[in-house]
């Protein structure tokens, strides 16, 4: 390839990349934040008292919707969105990545409460749940939003959980032993080195951020893991395994990122709310220029692409209807943010 042919194709790659850009602050991330939040909306109704099977139908039906608005942002299926990636067409604007983290942080807090209500209802398994989300801490949820140690404490309390299930299901292999593999950073086989390690460490990370003091050298955490050791050590497995039961009960488990959840993406919520106002005052609101705008184009008929989001006012059973009109339409006008890359 000649210097100027080269240079035509990146070029040629520039300019995809911000058309998809602008694709994406145009269109896909106002909807995202529009699904996220009715999505939210719609499962805090459900958590009332009050409760129809008019509301469960929404939930089903905004969360259909809530899926397809991510399917642009997520990898293949991946459980949570990451755009973390270097070959992101707006990592090397700040501005767009910034909109576009906040967007993706609010779906992730989303999925991770759409998932508690899976396992509560035993469409999904626990132990894979808990391990999607502790791969998940604190990167893909509440960057700057809630305190590090906050973070770092909730990890650990995932991986208290994924240690009560492995347990469990793994009859043949000493709970201690276990323990090592979750927790340190070199498992080991015996257990009088386990006992050892679960108690001086090396440690695995408990977080992505920099934070002032190690989460492994607080005294909770010195505390909590004599406990488990003190557990796992009891000379009945079945005895050990009751007492880690007991110590970390998944129903508290499940309840504590439940409200963990709820208050990162009120807190996020408020966060954009203070932005937003900032914009308007500077009179520099993008995100929802860009929103009217598409708007615009859409009563004008002029939109680039047909959209098919039901309004809130419409039966669930429509708004279900028109979920896989829009997957259907929707297959070969956008491709995943994660596999966009310069060739």
Same mark, same amino acid.
């Given at each position: 390839?000649?210097?100027?042919?080269?240079?035509?194709?990146?070029?040629?790659?520039?300019?995809?990349?911000?058309?998809?850009?602008?694709?994406? @602050?145009? !269109?896909?991330?106002?909807?995202?934040r529009?699904?996220?939040?009715r999505?939210?909306?719609?499962?805090?109704?459900?958590?009332? =008292?009050?409760s129809?099977?008019?509301? %469960?139908?929404?939930?089903?039906?905004t969360?259909?919707?809530f899926?397809?608005?991510?399917?642009i942002?997520?990898?293949n299926?991946?459980? !949570?969105?990451?755009?973390s990636?270097?070959?992101? =067409?707006?990592?090397?604007d700040?501005?767009? !990545?910034?909109?576009i983290q906040?967007?993706?942080l609010?779906?992730?807090?989303?999925?991770? &409460?759409l998932s &508690?209500?899976?396992?509560?209802?035993?469409?999904?398994?626990?132990?894979?749940?808990?391990?999607?989300?502790?791969?998940?801490? =604190? @990167?893909?949820?509440?960057? $700057?939003?809630?305190?590090?140690?906050?973070?770092? /404490?909730?990890?650990?309390?995932?991986?208290? *959980?994924r240690?009560?299930?492995?347990?469990?299901?793994?009859?043949?292999?000493?709970?201690?032993?276990?323990?090592?593999?979750l927790?340190?950073?070199?498992p080991t086989?015996?257990?009088?080195?386990?006992?050892?390690?679960?108690?001086?460490? =090396?440690?695995?990370?408990?977080g992505h951020?920099?934070?002032?003091?190690?989460f492994?050298?607080?005294?909770?955490?010195?505390?909590?893991?004599?406990?488990?050791?003190n557990? @796992?050590?009891?000379?009945?497995r079945?005895? +050990?395994?009751?007492?880690?039961? @007991?110590? /970390?009960p998944?129903d508290?488990? &499940?309840?504590? &990122?439940?409200?963990? $959840?709820?208050?990162? !993406? +009120?807190?996020?919520?408020?966060?954009?709310?203070e932005?937003?106002?900032?914009?308007?005052e500077?009179?520099?609101?993008?995100?929802?220029?860009?929103?009217?705008?598409?708007?615009d %184009?859409?009563?004008? *008929?002029?939109?680039?692409?047909?959209?098919?989001?039901?309004l809130l $006012?419409?039966?669930?059973?429509?708004?279900?209807?028109?979920?896989?009109?829009?997957?259907?339409?929707? *297959?070969?006008?956008?491709?995943?943010?994660?596999?966009?890359?310069?060739?």
């Amino acid at each position: 390839m000649t210097v100027a042919a080269a240079e035509s194709q990146s070029e040629s790659d520039d300019d995809a990349a911000s058309v998809l850009l602008q694709d994406v @602050l145009e !269109y896909g991330l106002p909807r995202l934040r529009d699904w996220c939040e009715r999505t939210y909306e719609a499962l805090v109704a459900l958590t009332s =008292p009050e409760s129809t099977a008019e509301d %469960r139908k929404k939930l089903k039906s905004t969360t259909k919707l809530f899926k397809i608005a991510r399917r642009i942002f997520a990898e293949n299926s991946a459980a !949570y969105i990451d755009i973390s990636s270097s070959d992101l =067409p707006f990592t090397k604007d700040s501005d767009s !990545y910034a909109r576009i983290q906040k967007a993706a942080l609010s779906a992730n807090l989303v999925s991770l &409460l759409l998932s &508690l209500g899976d396992v509560r209802n035993s469409k999904k398994g626990l132990q894979d749940f808990l391990q999607e989300l502790d791969e998940a801490i =604190p @990167l893909f949820f509440e960057p $700057g939003l809630l305190k590090q140690s906050e973070s770092s /404490y909730m990890r650990f309390r995932v991986r208290c *959980g994924r240690l009560v299930e492995l347990v469990g299901s793994a009859p043949n292999v000493q709970p201690l032993v276990l323990a090592t593999v979750l927790f340190c950073q070199q498992p080991t086989e015996t257990l009088g080195e386990a006992k050892k390690r679960l108690r001086k460490g =090396p440690f695995k990370d408990f977080g992505h951020i920099e934070q002032d003091e190690d989460f492994t050298s607080t005294e909770m955490f010195r505390a909590q893991m004599d406990e488990i050791i003190n557990k @796992l050590s009891l000379s009945e497995r079945a005895e +050990a395994v009751e007492a880690l039961n @007991l110590l /970390y009960p998944q129903d508290e488990l &499940l309840e504590e &990122l439940q409200n963990w $959840g709820n208050a990162a !993406y +009120a807190h996020l919520k408020k966060t954009r709310a203070e932005t937003t106002e900032e914009n308007v005052e500077k009179g520099a609101d993008k995100d929802a220029d860009a929103l009217i705008d598409a708007n615009d %184009r859409e009563e004008n *008929g002029e939109s680039r692409r047909e959209e098919s989001v039901p309004l809130l $006012g419409k039966q669930a059973d429509e708004a279900e209807e028109q979920s896989e009109s829009e997957s259907s339409s929707e *297959g070969g006008e956008y491709n995943q943010l994660q596999t966009v890359s310069k060739e």
